[in-house]
């Protein structure tokens, strides 16, 4: 009697090519730490940047002012004030809180008897703003100055402002931007050109082929090759993570929890960009058209996703494009996650957007991938 065949363990045929793929990607050194470095060159570099900008003052109003006003048209004249219009409060709250806004304007308007305006302005701020908020003020004596020379009185007569009220919060620093968006933008492109030229190269070279001839299925061949890579990336993100708050005061709002739940949406954000990274490789004729493909679907999500900046800065149109893409779905996600303090399930429409680009994404998978 012939001896029983045992069923063979794709479970371990995965762990096995896993480990292997994991292996060979430490074979280069240098490669591997400047994979880790360039990260946090990036976030040393634009940090700087941020806190050495010009200063511009982000402002809102109180309650609505008419735009033909003259004292409004004088505040929109100063230098550097921009007036920000917020389609509901704890929007406006919650910028405020961040530092994103200096301060926010009550002001009350009155006629006297000579028909000559009065006004009596309230200022509200944060200590997430400090670094703007006692420069601005004297913006607002600029505007009282132009309004006495207009009236040809003295401008004290016509406009009061009270000393600003500062509520003391949670400070928000710039790392607390900088490093969310440098993580989305470290994985997107270090995960799409290592998946993209991994899986070409075992194409061209036929190892895919030889794989498939193999009692292991499919997608355990693609999962093993494919998780090696993003073990990898994940790695990356923590060494990002675990620098930029140890030595950055990036916050952790909830210590340990707050830091595996960035690694949770990391973790999604890989999935999808390793089915992108698949499409590419498969759809090429040769390496040299890989670069192109990332860089067409990359660059644009690095400067819409609010990477470097906030998204605000665009025209409201191109806006509402930038809230679709996947990767401001994951800088915002980790934003909340991280200095907000809310958790995972607080990040439901992050997750479902990303969640769409994924099943869209592994649709067009199955249908041009390619194994030779």
Known sequence: MEPQQRPYNQWRALWAVTRASFKAIFTNPAAIFFSLMFPIIFVLIFGAFGSGSGVTYRIALENPVDTADFFYKGLKMVPGVKIIEYPDTAERRKDLIKGRLTALLDIEKTIDSVDKPHYTVKVRSTTASSNTIFTFIPALDLVKLQMGKALNDSYENYVEIGNPVIETVRKYRQIDFILPGQLGFSILFSTLFGIAFTFFGLREQLVLKRFYATPVSRVN??????????????????????????????????????????????????????????????????????????????FPQMMLSGTFFPIEVFPKWLQEICRVLPLTQYNDAVRKIAFEGLHITHCLKELGILGIWMIITYIILVRVLKWE
């Open 221 to 298: 061949i693609l999962l093993g090759i494919g998780m090696s890579r993003l073990f990898f990336q994940l790695l990356s993100v923590i060494v990002l993570i675990l620098f930029g708050h140890f030595v950055l005061n990036f916050t952790l709002q909830h210590g340990v929890i707050t830091f595996i739940e960035i690694n949770f949406m990391t973790i999604v954000m890989l999935f999808f960009l390793l089915g992108v990274g698949l499409i590419f490789s498969s759809i090429v004729k040769s390496d040299a058209a890989i670069p192109l493909l990332i860089n067409l679907f990359g």
